[in-house]
């Protein structure tokens, strides 16, 4: 089991922050574009190697992102068209997701809803910041570019309301 805290500084521009685990060693560096279109961001390991990267795909009514890890697998993250609260599909996953995406609080559960890994938003912080706990250490590379992928979707709504 590995917590890590997500401590993310979004703006327009180009992003670059760290990702530690609870010990406050960085795990992760995730790098995003500065005006590429498509916005695109790459997440690195502690020995910069690249861990995944995430690109918005641009002629899409609601936020679509691609996920390409490290293993060449691919994903697909999209935002659902709903009235009360946020909602995500998740392309070849293999994980089924539960929880609050408007406070970004959710689960991650298996085939057989054992919980791999846990989200939580930390409240009373100027940024965005998250307590990631991840179960499974195999799942951490793609726990951490679903929270990167998520966040930068919330971010970009609040900051256009």
């Given at each position: 089991m590995k917590t890590f805290l997500v401590k993310q500084k979004f703006r327009f521009g180009g992003e670059r922050f760290d990702i530690k685990d609870d010990r406050g060693v960085v795990n992760y560096q995730v790098e995003g574009s500065f005006f590429k279109i498509p916005k695109t961001f790459t997440i690195y390991d502690a020995h910069g190697e690249k861990v995944s990267e995430i690109s918005k795909e641009i002629f899409t009514l609601l936020p679509r992102f691609k996920i390409q890890l490290r293993d060449g697998s691919n994903l697909f993250i999209r935002k659902k068209l709903t009235?009360?609260?946020?909602?995500?599909?998740?392309?070849?996953?293999?994980?089924?997701?539960?929880?609050n995406f408007?406070?970004?609080n959710f689960k991650?559960?298996?085939?057989?809803d054992q919980l791999?890994?846990?989200?939580?938003?930390?409240i009373f912080h100027l940024t965005s910041t998250y307590t990631v706990t991840v179960?499974?250490?195999?799942?951490?590379?793609?726990?951490?570019?679903?929270?990167?992928?998520?966040?930068?979707?919330?971010?970009?709504e609040s900051s256009s309301s």
């Open positions: 009235f009360w609260r946020d909602k995500y599909e998740f392309d070849r996953l293999g994980l089924r997701i539960e929880g408007w406070d970004l991650l559960l298996d085939d057989r791999v890994a846990e989200i939580k938003k930390e179960l499974e250490d195999s799942y951490a590379d793609l726990v951490i570019s679903l929270c990167v992928a998520i966040d930068y979707v919330e971010m970009l």
